[in-house]
Nanobody, 122 residues
Framework: QVQLVESGGGLVQAGGSLRLSCAASGRTFSSYAMGWFRQAPGEEREFVAAIDWSGGSAYYTDSVKGRFTISRDNAENTVYLQMNSLKPEDTAVYYC???????????????WGQGTQVTVSS
């Protein structure tokens, strides 16, 4: 069993930055691919970024490429999402998720955090 706890959300002006963290419990964190998703009010949850178990491979949805960076520290059981040049359309609840299947790219996220709110004002 894996528990994921996000933090780092908040209110920021357009053009600003935030760094989200996702702390994971469990000794097998380092073997899981991890992802970040977001859900805006009235919208479906959408994929943002994913990173493989080693941190050597990552991919992003087009709308955040060049602005967001996903990374991980397996020694700290934590995955991060550095968000720069934030836009009002980035406003959403951000969730981290783990895929324990070993797939890459991941597609069976079976553990989810509770989410952290990010609000970008114009």
């Amino acid at each position: 069993q894996v528990q994921l706890v996000e933090s780092g959300g908040g209110l920021v002006q357009a053009g600003g930055s935030l760094r989200l963290s996702c702390a994971a419990s469990g000794r097998t964190f380092s073997s899981y691919a991890m992802g970040w998703f977001r859900q805006a009010p009235g919208e479906e949850r959408e994929f943002v970024a994913a990173i493989d178990w080693s941190g050597g491979s990552a991919y992003y949805t087009d709308s955040v490429k060049g602005r967001f960076t996903i990374s991980r520290d397996n020694a700290e059981n934590t995955v991060y999402l550095q968000m720069n040049s934030l836009k009002p359309e980035d406003t959403a609840v951000y969730y981290c998720a783990a895929d324990s299947s070993g797939n890459w790219p991941p597609y069976e996220y079976n553990y989810w955090g509770q989410g952290t709110q990010v609000t970008v004002s114009s």
